[in-house]
């Protein structure tokens, strides 16, 4: 009888404290330790180093990850992979296994796991974009042979350390990339942030301090250059993944492939040249921002105009902010549902509509593919004489900055 009473009582001490008897404040500790390893895992293994093959890691942190997330996630490479580059390749389309564009921001939210598993059962998805993932005997024969026995086990580990708790912990490790990465990055990334860069898709920055995802809150710059390691490239903006992966570098554990190019701005050239041009091309991305930035400013003037006026209510001004939320994007990307709006706002601001016209004009210049460099330059040197003799102020200063910019 004292046997079975002392072996009661040391269940359910161990129920209460685990082998551990950690205290609170240790457990909350324990827990946002091994959450940002798998966040870590998630940026620097799967994402950067897997699916854009933005740096090599060597085999250290490589298998530690790879087992790791085996442990905390259950994600197969080969499939993170393929359907993350299926996203990127199919962006913003109906072919996009995850975008709130297509599917709604409330699908994202609340079913992003089931659209990323669903997408991962896609066997031609898997064969065309998940070329180059690790297939040696380990992945073959246990982290995709038995991809959920890993999470089993961090189950038992958590319970083990932390009694009856432990299985609260688990919970929300499981709960941390579907919440994080799929709900947050692949849902509020592609609907709400500011853009740094003009990038085709409608991705974000959801954060310029890249720190509680790994740097995945820089969604919007990771879109303009996926095979940048870094995905910081303001000077306000920081990527704790690219922190952790700096260190890689001076242990020898990694070796950083590509980063964004910087544009940087010098004096203003008398006339546009060959590096001019060759400086916007390679910038266009962050050009075209700036450039949206100069509508959006038009756009700003005119409705503080219609308000003086006392129009706030009519339809010209309900045109005009419409206009402000889309005339920066290509056409193609506008909603077709607004094109007639946004035809009502030009047409009644000839120096809005003048700005689109010179955006696509300038827009011509990377995408014409038939015509010469030498052609391009005296296309760029002509938009510059063009935009300064326009009689807007906005799109003079824009013209003049151009000629400022190098690689």
């Known amino acids: 009888m004292i046997e079975l009473m002392s072996v009661r009582d040391a269940l359910v001490q161990w129920l209460s404290d685990g082998l551990t008897g950690a205290s609170f404040w ?33 085999p250290v942190p490589a298998h530690f990850f790879r087992f790791w997330l085996w442990l905390t996630t259950g994600m197969v490479t080969k499939e993170f992979v393929a359907v993350h580059r299926k996203h990127h390749a ?16 409330k699908a994202l939210l609340l079913t992003g796991v089931e659209l990323y598993r669903a997408e991962a059962q896609n066997k031609e998805t898997i064969a065309k974009f998940g070329l180059g993932t690790p297939d040696d005997w380990i992945e073959r024969n246990l982290y995709t042979r038995y991809s959920w026995q890993g999470v089993g086990l961090m189950l038992v580990i958590n319970l083990a350390l932390f009694g009856a708790i432990g299985a609260t912990i688990w919970a929300i490790q499981m709960a941390w990339i579907p919440v994080w990465a799929t709900g947050v990055i692949n849902g509020i990334g592609h609907y709400w942030g500011y853009r740094n860069f003009e990038a085709q898709d409608a991705s974000t920055n959801v954060s310029p301090w890249g720190i509680l995802i790994g740097g995945e809150e820089l969604h919007n710059n990771h879109h303009t250059y996926p095979t940048s390691a870094k995905f910081s490239v303001k000077p306000f903006e920081f990527d704790i993944g690219w922190g952790y992966i700096r260190a890689f570098e001076m242990l020898g554990w990694a070796k950083v492939r590509k980063t964004a190019p910087q544009m940087r701005m010098g004096e203003v050239k008398p006339v546009a040249d060959k590096d001019t041009l060759e400086a916007i091309i390679a910038n266009r991305y962050e050009v075209m921002a700036k450039y949206g930035r100069e509508l959006k400013a038009a756009c700003a003037v005119e409705l503080a105009r219609l308000k003086a006026q006392g129009e706030q209510h009519s339809a010209r001004w309900a045109e005009l902010k419409l206009a402000k939320r889309w005339l920066h994007r290509d056409a193609d990307r506008i909603p077709s549902a607004y094109l007639a709006q946004i035809a009502g706002a030009r047409a009644a601001s000839p120096a809005l509509d003048k700005l689109m016209l010179m955006r696509e004009e300038l827009r011509q210049l990377w995408t014409r593919t038939n015509v010469s460099a030498e052609q391009l330059v005296s296309d760029l040197q002509a938009w510059c004489r063009k935009a300064e003799e326009s009689g807007i102020a906005e799109l003079r200063a824009f013209a003049i900055g151009l000629r400022a910019v190098r690689v």
């Open 26 to 58: 240790q457990i909350v500790a324990y827990t946002l330790v091994v959450t940002h390893f798998t966040i870590l895992g998630v940026t620097i293994f799967l994402h950067r180093a897997q699916a854009h093959r933005a740096l090599d890691l060597g």
């Open 90 to 105: 199919k962006c913003e389309t109906e072919e996009d296994p995850h975008s709130p564009q297509t599917r709604g921001l």
